[in-house]
């Protein structure tokens, strides 16, 4: 996944983890963040500090989940959606390995 995508779907993600950790999400909010962690098949609540962490290695073993979440997170009306609202990772490539040649 290219860092950009990942960065921002990351900010977000922590933002929405956050607020709902902190009591202040909507109820919306708190719905959003359950379809989050039902996406990534988390049981538990990572702790606040560690949510952007957490997000951010699992989009990195799981590129694909990056739509899925963008997808969620486009249909929140606040701040959340707001940062997610231009991101299209519809055409994300993983390189696991690139190999240089210097000439």
Do not use: R
């Amino acid at each position: 996944m290219d860092p950009i995508t990942l960065a921002a779907v990351t900010s977000a993600v922590t933002v929405l983890g956050t607020k709902v950790a902190e009591g202040a999400a909507s109820e919306a909010g708190k719905t959003l963040w359950g379809g989050v962690k039902e996406l990534f098949g988390w049981k538990n609540e990572p702790a606040s500090a560690e949510i952007a962490q957490c997000v951010a290695e699992h989009l990195q073993d799981y590129p694909e989940h990056a739509s899925q979440v963008i997808q969620l997170l486009q249909h929140d009306k606040g701040a959340v959606g707001m940062l997610v609202g231009k991101i299209n990772a519809e055409k994300v490539l993983v390189a696991q390995k690139i190999d240089t040649v210097n000439m």
